[in-house]
């Protein structure tokens, strides 16, 4: 059982270029969001999902999009790269039904802009 | 923003001995969640407490949650030096859907 699976770990990108982070989950979950992790602020949401085709805004979401074409995929698209999206991206997916509201994460993909 | 604060920032004690954690936040909460993150790595879900409860154990952790002051602290007993990590309380509020929002979190150090 992957969890929640991340690619890449790495990857340097130079100021305006565009790439897509990708983030896939094998447990069924409902839910998807993605998060930015900055020293000394935590974790941010940028984007979440609660099912297929449904998308949604979180504290962070300008420079990036996202969509949910399958329950298990949920892509974050960074579409004109600045230095400030240097962060670490955290995908992380729960199941909406039960009761524990846990979040399982992923490894992480540490984003540098130049 | 309802994100949650963390105190201290940074901890470190001796193997063995208690550390306390203290989260606040500030708006209404349907639960409030504990993770840790290990060095490089992602968080891992510790610990939910529902607004309705008061107290949770789980192992040598236990929770608290106080709404009226909008706080929650997370003791871990008899640390280890594998307790080392940074820890994050994380708030679903009240009308805000199923978003989970994180504070900054408290690095802690067992030192052995």
């Known amino acids: 059982n992957a969890g929640v699976t991340q690619t890449p770990k790495f990857q340097v990108l130079k100021t305006g270029q565009s790439m897509t982070l990708q983030c896939a989950q094998d447990m069924n979950h409902e839910y998807m969001s993605w998060y930015r992790q900055d020293p000394g602020m935590g974790l941010r949401l940028i984007h979440y999902s609660v099912g297929a085709g449904i998308t949604d805004q979180g504290e962070v979401p300008n420079g990036y999009n996202v969509s949910r074409s399958t329950t298990e995929d949920f892509p974050l698209r960074l579409l004109s790269a600045a230095p400030s999206q240097t962060s670490v991206y955290f995908c992380a997916s729960r199941s909406l039904a039960g009761s524990t509201g846990e979040l399982f994460f992923g490894e992480g993909s540490r984003l540098t802009v130049l | 923003s309802q994100q949650g604060e963390e105190d201290p920032q940074a901890l470190s004690i001796q193997e063995g001995e208690n550390a306390t954690m203290n989260c606040s936040y500030k708006?209404?909460?349907?639960?409030l969640q504990w993770y840790r993150q290990n060095s490089g790595r992602g968080l891992v879900h510790l610990i939910l407490?529902?607004?309705?409860?008061r107290e949770k154990h789980s192992g040598r952790l236990r929770v608290t949650l106080d709404t009226s002051k909008k706080s929650s602290s997370l003791l871990i007993t008899a640390s280890r030096a594998a307790d080392t990590a940074s820890y994050f309380c994380?708030?679903?509020?009240?009308?805000?859907?199923?978003?989970?929002?994180f504070g900054a979190g408290t690095i802690l150090r067992v030192k052995s």
């Open positions: 994380a708030t679903q509020a009240k009308g805000y859907g199923n978003k989970l929002v």
């Open positions: 407490i529902r607004s309705n409860e």
């Open positions: 708006t209404s909460i349907n639960n």
